[in-house]
């Protein structure tokens, strides 16, 4: 199992927004689930009443990739 997944979370509060994976982002709420893979840049706006906060998250080309494209 790769041990660089993460969570990507509210820059503002906190809250979990995403889990970043070796093959991509993925984006679950309730039974509403995205992954989005390649390069991207995506904007998410937390979820949260009081939040609101803009999230940013870029993804271009990281050394897993290039191995991949190899
Ligand atoms: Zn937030």
Redesign the pocket.
Known sequence: MSKRNHEVR??????K?ADLARDGLTIRRGKLQATITGAYHVSLV???PH???L?VVRHDSLPWDANAAA
């Open positions: 509210c820059k503002g509060c906190g809250a927004l937390c979820y949260r939040c609101g906060t999230n």
